[in-house]
């Protein structure tokens, strides 16, 4: 199965370019679907007409982002050397809301890139 998400311009160079592998999302419905081996597009929320597809490697499920940020690597997620000091589970409200975290946990989407 091929999904497709977003990204803002960021974070999508920062997959393009190898140092982003974990993607994090709210574990909704949509997100419960996938399984290892699925793909992902994501495209250029800035340009829609760049695109990349990763092959997901695993799921990394979480009651909250605050347990995900205390578990998973965050240079892995996007993050870089000198914003590590700083990252916080917060980074996430301005995705979503305090009662979707609540209601639907997290989960850190890993993947490999397989074309770009």
Known sequence: MTYIMQLHKEP????????????????????????????ITFLNRSDSSESLTVRVVALHSFESFE?????LPLEKCGYLPDE??????????????????ERYGAVGIEFELIHA
């Open 12 to 39: 999508f160079e920062l997959v393009k370019n190898g140092y982003k592998t974990v993607e994090l999302r709210l574990n909704d419905e949509k997100r419960r679907r996938i399984v290892p081996g699925d793909c």
């Open 67 to 71: 347990s995900l940020y205390q578990t």
């Open 84 to 101: 590590i000091a700083t990252a916080s589970a917060h980074d996430m409200d301005i995705y979503y809301t305090a009662e979707e975290q």
